[in-house]
């Protein structure tokens, strides 16, 4: 079993950054993917951002350019910084291991608003 524990996340304008933490409870070089996800009001969770063990990375085409998914081994951790927000962007934000099967952090709200 793997807990996340997310943190981060908050009320900002549009253009503005933020970051968002993932902890995870095991050593990450035993997860083969961690990723961050989020799902709108009345959409299905979508994949914003994805790192692999060996440092691959995937982002969706609407965070490219402007999301950077990162990892500290040390601390068993995963980041999301989120620049340039747009109003888009709203959303729960949640982490996401891929280690024995699917285990999602509690998630946490990100809020993009003038």
């Known amino acids: 079993q793997v807990q996340l524990v997310e943190s981060g996340g908050g009320l900002v304008q549009p253009g503005g950054s933020l970051g968002l933490s993932c902890a995870a409870s095991?050593?990450?070089?035993?997860?083969?993917?961690m990723g961050w996800y989020r799902q709108a009001p009345g959409k299905q969770r979508e994949l914003v951002a994805q790192?692999?063990?060996?440092?691959?990375?995937y982002y969706a085409d609407s965070v490219k350019g402007r999301f950077t998914i990162s990892r500290d081994n040390a601390k068993n951790t995963v980041y999301l910084q989120m620049n340039s927000l747009q109003f888009e962007d709203t959303a729960v934000y949640y982490c996401?291991?891929?280690?024995?099967?699917?285990?999602w952090g509690q998630g946490t709200q990100v809020s993009v608003s003038s």
């Open positions: 996401n291991a891929d280690y024995q099967g699917n285990h």
């Open positions: 095991i050593s990450i070089f035993a997860i083969s993917y």
């Open positions: 790192i692999s063990s060996s440092g691959n990375i």
